[in-house]
């Protein structure tokens, strides 16, 4: 099943939020971080079962700049998946 733009929800939930998901037998979070000179949201992809606290396994981090382009090119990420 394709990640949509609308499952991700919008920009405002990640300023106080972060949102994990799943595709397939992959899971993922999404989650705003604050650098030095900006914000960006780190995308982190992981194999399950078990979720991002319990997993000691290796995990694949992306960073996107922190805007609605930034969501979409997540969208598009997970959807290469």
Not at 26 to 42: A, C, H, Q, T
Not at 48 to 68: I, L, M, N, Q, V
């Amino acid at each position: 099943m394709a990640v949509t733009r609308q499952m991700i929800f919008p920009l405002a939930f990640y300023k106080k939020s972060k949102f994990n998901g799943s595709k397939g037998a992959l899971n993922y979070r999404i989650e705003k971080v604050s650098g030095e000179d900006r914000d960006e949201f780190l995308l982190t992809i992981w194999k399950g079962p078990f979720c991002y606290e319990a997993t000691r396994e290796e995990k694949t981090t992306h960073r996107y700049p922190f805007s609605d382009e930034g969501l979409d090119a997540i969208v598009e990420k997970l959807n290469q998946l």
